[in-house]
C-alpha cells in the first residue's frame, strides 16, 4: 500500500499526506536543523536531549531540563505560545557557544574533541526545536502561525551559521582525511562520514561569495516553504460543499453523514452538512455519493488546492522555489537538486530511482484500463450516458469490489475498533521483539487526548522507551499521520531511552462508544507503529545516528513492513472483533478480505506514481524557468497519465516537495522502500510465517536496530541474504513479474 505517512524527526514538524504532507521537514545540517514544518521526516540528525538550562531561562519551560524516571519527560503542560521564540532565541545562543568552545580548541582535532564532542551539542536546542515542531504539526494556530513565519528564515540562516563556520569544518575535515580514521570503530567512522559529508553537502567547501549567497538562498527558500504550507492549509480551512437537504446526502453511510453533520456545526451551520477540504473528507464523498454533480464539485475543490488564481495561489512560489533549488545545486557543484538529493540516499543516482518508477509504471498503467472497463462497463449497465470521470472512480471502484469479491468496506468496518487493534498492535511488537506496553498516568501531554504507554523487554522488565499516542483529529493538528521522535536512544553520554509518538487523524466517538476505523486507517495505524518500533528498537552509541535518522528512501521500509502484520489471523481473529457482539472477524469476510488484496492497485500505484515522477522531473529540469501548471500537464501527457485519474498531491499543494526540502526528489522514497518491503515480508512467508522468531530476530538484528550505523543496502544484505529485486513488490501490488527482472 502506499502511504501518505512521514515520520518525523527530532526538531523538525513532518508532512502528512499519503505518507507526507503536512508541516515541513527540515533540512540537516548536522548540528542545527533550519526548516519549517513540513511533510515528511527529513533525514536529518537529531539533536539529542537536555542539557542543564542557563539559569537565567530557567522560567522557559521550553528551556528546562527534562524531570521524571528515565531521564525524564517534556513538560508540555507548561507550554505556552509566548515561549517560542525567547527559547529558540536562547537555545541558539547556548549551542553557538558550545560549537566556539570545539572550534576554538587549541588541541589538534581527533575524533573525541570535534565528531563526538558535536554529539553533546545543541541539546537544549534540540529539545526546543521537538516542542517546536509539534506545536506546528498538533497544536497551530493564527498565533503560532505568525511566530513561524519569523523564526523559519532564521533558523535557516542559523543552520548555515554553523555548517558555513570554517574553523569547525577544518576540524571536520582532518578528522575524516586522518590515517587515524582506519582506528576507529565502525560506529564512529560512520559519524565522521556522515558528519563530514553533510557540511560537504551544505557548502562547506564554497569561498565566501558562494556561502554567502547559499545562506541567501535558504533563508528566501524557508519563507516560501512556510507562505506554500500556510496558503495550502487556508485553502484546505476555507473551501468545503455545504449541502442543503437530505437528498444530497443519497449514498452516504450513517458514519459520514453523521462527521458531515458535526463539520456544519462546527462552522456555525448547525442543521446541515458540510465536506470539508481535506482527504479524509473528501475519499468517503466520493466513495459512496450517488450525486455525481457533488462529487464533481468536492473534487474540484480539493484538486485546486493552491491553484485558486488568487492571494493564495502557490504557482509562482513553485517558479521560485525550484529556480532557488537548481541555482543551489550549481552552486554546490551538482547537475540538478535532483543529483544533489539523491546522492547519500539508497537510490543514489535519480537515474535509478527512475528506472525503478518506469519499470512499475507501465503494468500499473496496463492494470488502470483493466479497473476503467470494469467500472464502465457497470456505469453502463445502470444507465449511464458519460465516461467514467476522475470524480467517479472511487465511486465505482466501490461496486466493482462488491461485485467482483462480494466485498463491502462497510462490511469490515465494525470489525475495526480503534482500541482493539491498538491491542493488536501492541501483541504483535511483544511476538516480533518481545516488547510490553504498559500504559502510564501523570506524565504531562499537550492535550487531553494524549495518552502514554511505557514501553518494557518482556523477558527482562527492563525499560525501553515511552509511547505517546494522539489519535484524533482537532483543529490546529494538521492531516495525515506520522511518527516522531522526541528523545533518541543513544548511550554517548550514559544510556538514554527513546520517546517516541504516533499521530493520526482519526473521527473521535460519542463518548463510551468505540471508535471504528477503516481498513486503510488500520493499515495506516499500522505504519505509523513500524516507524515507533523502528525507533524503539534502536541500540546505537551516537545519537546522530539513531533509530529513524536513515536514509529517506529507506526509512518507510520498517514502517510499511509492519501494515503486513494487520492481515495475519492471529491478530485479526483475536483483535479484530465486532463492536456489539465482539465476535471476530468470520472466516468467509476474511477470505474475501484476502482475495481482494491486491484491488485497486491500478488506482493507487498510478496516482502515486504520477506525483512521484512529476516531483522527479521538476527536478531534474535544471535552471529553465518552470511554469508548475504547464509542466505537470505536459509531463502527464508525456507519460500517458489515464484521464481517470489525478496525481495523489498535485504540484500546487505537494507539500512532501514544496513546503520543505524533505521529500523534494524524494517522493518515489516510498516505492522503493516498498521494494524493501515487499521481498523481507517473503522472507517470513518462505520461512515459518507472519510470526517466525528467527526471521525477527534477523531483522532486528540488521535492520530496527541499527538506525543509521551501516549502510542500508548492507544492512538489507545482512537481513536478507541477498538484495531485493523488483519481483516481490510486483507480486505484493498483483502485477505481472518481469521476465528477467533484476
Ligand atoms: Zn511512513
Redesign the pocket.
Known amino acids: 500500500m502506499i502511504?501518505k505517512?512521514?515520520?518525523a524527526t527530532v526538531g523538525t514538524a513532518l508532512m502528512s499526506g499519503a505518507?507526507a504532507t503536512t508541516p515541513t521537514a527540515q533540512e540537516g545540517s548536522s548540528t542545527a536543523q533550519q526548516g519549517s514544518s513540513t511533510p515528511a521526516q527529513e533525514d536529518t540528525h537529531p539533536m539529542p536531549a537536555s542539557p542543564p538550562a542557563p539559569t537565567a531561562q530557567v522560567e522557559n519551560p521550553l528551556l528546562a531540563r527534562w524531570t521524571g524516571p528515565h531521564g525524564g519527560v517534556p513538560a508540555f503542560d507548561k507550554v505556552k505560545v509566548e515561549h517560542f521564540k525567547p527559547a529558540l532565541e536562547a537555545a541558539m545562543e547556548q549551542n553557538r557557544r558550545e560549537i566556539a568552545t570545539i572550534a576554538d580548541s587549541p588541541a589538534a582535532p581527533t575524533f573525541e574533541n570535534t565528531i563526538a564532542a558535536m554529539e553533546g551539542t545543541a541539546r537544549t536546542y534540540g529539545d526546543v526545536r521537538t516542542f517546536f515542531g509539534i506545536w506546528s504539526s498538533t497544536m497551530n494556530g493564527p498565533e503560532f502561525q505568525a511566530i513561524e513565519r519569523e523564526m523559519a528564515p532564521r533558523l535557516a540562516a542559523f543552520a548555515d551559521e554553523i555548517t558555513q563556520n570554517e574553523k569547525l569544518f577544518r576540524r571536520i575535515e582532518a578528522v575524516y582525511s586522518s590515517p587515524e580514521k582506519a582506528k576507529l570503530t565502525a560506529e564512529q567512522q560512520r559519524l565522521t562520514w556522515v558528519r563530514y559529508t553533510d557540511f560537504v553537502r551544505a557548502g562547506a567547501k564554497l569561498d565566501t561569495a558562494a556561502k554567502k549567497r547559499m545562506g541567501e538562498i535558504n533563508q528566501r527558500l524557508a519563507s516560501l516553504y512556510t507562505s506554500f504550507s500556510q496558503n495550502v492549509l487556508a485553502d484546505e480551512e476555507q473551501y468545503a460543499v455545504i449541502l442543503e437537504a437530505e437528498t444530497d446526502l443519497a449514498g452516504l453511510p450513517e458514519s459520514v453523514r453523521a462527521g458531515a453533520a458535526a463539520a456544519a456545526e462546527a462552522r456555525g451551520q448547525k442543521g446541515k452538512w458540510a465536506i470539508t477540504n481535506t482527504r479524509s473528507s473528501m475519499e468517503p464523498f466520493l466513495t459512496y455519493s450517488s450525486r455525481r454533480d457533488l462529487r464533481e464539485k468536492v473534487w474540484r475543490n480539493y484538486v485546486n488546492r493552491g491553484d485558486n488564481g488568487d492571494a493564495r495561489d502557490n504557482n509562482v512560489i513553485i517558479s521560485e522555489v525550484l529556480k532557488l533549488r537548481a541555482e543551489r545545486a550549481k552552486l554546490l557543484g551538482y547537475a540538478t537538486h535532483a543529483h544533489w538529493r539523491l546522492e547519500n540516499t539508497m537510490a543514489k543516482s535519480p537515474e535509478r530511482a527512475m528506472s525503478l518508477m518506469e519499470a512499475v509504471w507501465t503494468p500499473a498503467v496496463a492494470r488502470v484500463r483493466e479497473e476503467v472497463a470494469d467500472m464502465q462497463a457497470i456505469a453502463n449497465k445502470e444507465g449511464a450516458k458519460f465516461k467514467v470521470a476522475p470524480w467517479d472512480y472511487r465511486y465505482y471502484s466501490e461496486k466493482v469490489r462488491k461485485a467482483k469479491y462480494d466485498l463491502d468496506q462497510n462490511e469490515v468496518k465494525p470489525y475495526l475498533q480503534l482500541d482493539k487493534l491498538r491491542e493488536g498492535m501492541f501483541w504483535v511488537a511483544g511476538e516480533l521483539f518481545g516488547f510490553l506496553f504498559e500504559p502510564v498516568e501523570g506524565v504531562p501531554v499537550y492535550h487531553p487526548d494524549v495518552r502514554v504507554w511505557e514501553v518494557k523487554d518482556k523477558a527482562s522488565g527492563r525499560h525501553i522507551g515511552l509511547w505517546y499516542f494522539d489519535p484524533y483529529a482537532r483543529q490546529g493538528k494538521r492531516s495525515g499521520a506520522w511518527m516522531n521522535a522526541y528523545r533518541r536512544q543513544e548511550r554517548f553520554n550514559g544510556e538514554v531511552t527513546t520517546i517516541v509518538s504516533n499521530n493520526s487523524n482519526f473521527v473521535k466517538g460519542k463518548p463510551g462508544e468505540p471508535v471504528l476505523i477503516s481498513w486503510e486507517d488500520a493499515e495506516t495505524l499500522f505504519?505509523?507503529f513500524g516507524?515507533a518500533l523502528h525507533g524503539l528498537n534502536s541500540q546505537v552509541t551516537y545519537p546522530t545516528l539513531s533509530g529513524t535518522a536513515v536514509a529517506r528512501d529507506y526509512v518507510?521500509f520498517p514502517?510499511q513492513l509492519l501494515e503486513h502484520w494487520l492481515p495475519t489471523p492471529e491478530v485479526l481473529n483475536r483483535f479484530a472483533l465486532h463492536h456489539q457482539t465482539g465476535k471476530p472477524v468470520p472466516p468467509d469476510l476474511l477470505a474475501r478480505i484476502n482475495k481482494a488484496a491486491t484491488f485497486n492497485q491500478g488506482f493507487a500505484t498510478v496516482e502515486y506514481l504520477a506525483s512521484a515522477l512529476v516531483d522527479m522531473k521538476l527536478h531534474l529540469a535544471g535552471d529553465q524557468k518552470i511554469d508548475a501548471d504547464v509542466f505537470e500537464r505536459d509531463t502527464l501527457k508525456s507519460l500517458g497519465m489515464p484521464e481517470e485519474i489525478v496525481m495523489r498531491h498535485r504540484t500546487p499543494q505537494f507539500g512532501h516537495v514544496f513546503a520543505g526540502d524533505g521529500y523534494s526528489a524524494g517522493y518515489y522514497s516510498y516505492l522503493w522502500s516498498d521494494t524493501l518491503t515487499a521481498d523481507a515480508y517473503e522472507a517470513f512467508t518462505e520461512g515459518k510465517g507472519a510470526y517466525d522468531r528467527t526471521v525477527a530476530d534477523r531483522l532486528r538484528k540488521s535492520v530496527f536496530s541499527v538506525g543509521n550505523t551501516v549502510d542500508p543496502a548492507e544492512g538489507y544484505r545482512s537481513f536478507r541474504g541477498k538484495d531485493a529485486g523488483i519481483d516481490a513488490l510486483m507480486r505484493k501490488r498483483g502485477f505481472p513479474v518481469p521476465k528477467k527482472a533484476k
Request: contains cysteine; negative net charge; charged residues 30%.
Open positions: 502511504r505517512l512521514l515520520v505518507c505504519h505509523e516507524h518507510e514502517s
